[in-house]
Nanobody, 124 residues
Framework: QVQLVESGGGSVQDGGSLRLSCAFS????????VGWFRQAPGKEREGVAR???????TYNDRVSGRFTISQDKVKNMVFLQMNSLKVEDTAMYYC??????????????????WGQGTQVTVST
């Protein structure tokens, strides 16, 4: 059974930083993408960033230049370093995984496995 567990969320002030972590297990294929998504109250879930070992990383334009996704393939972990946080970054952040041997989109409907989420709140 595939499991993803996020951690690292919290409350910060505008301009602050947070680092999210996601540990995943139970996935037996060697080719996959891992990514971060978020959902604010009353809004649809959106892709934030994704990474794999073949096509690099992709970012939502809203976070490009502020957020960095990285992974530790040995420990089966993925991270999201979030700098220069804005109030509009407030959301529940989810880690996700899907099988892939190439490009992975940031469309939530294309992803197969999800964590429970970790809350990020940015205040003025």
């Amino acid at each position: 059974q595939v499991q993803l567990v996020e951690s690292g969320g919290g409350s910060v002030q505008d301009g602050g930083s947070l680092r999210l972590s996601c540990a995943f297990s139970g996935y037996t294929y060697s080719r996959y993408c891992v990514g971060w998504f978020r959902q604010a109250p009353g809004k649809e879930r959106e892709g934030v960033a994704r990474i794999n070992g073949y096509s690099g990383s992709t970012y939502n334009d809203r976070v490009s230049g502020r957020f960095t996704i990285s992974q530790d393939k040995v420990k089966n972990m993925v991270f999201l370093q979030m700098n220069s946080l804005k109030v509009e970054d407030t959301a529940m952040y989810y880690c996700a995984l899907r099988q892939s041997s190439g490009y992975c989109s940031l469309s939530p409907g294309d992803w197969h496995y999800w964590g429970q989420g970790t809350q990020v709140t940015v205040s003025t």
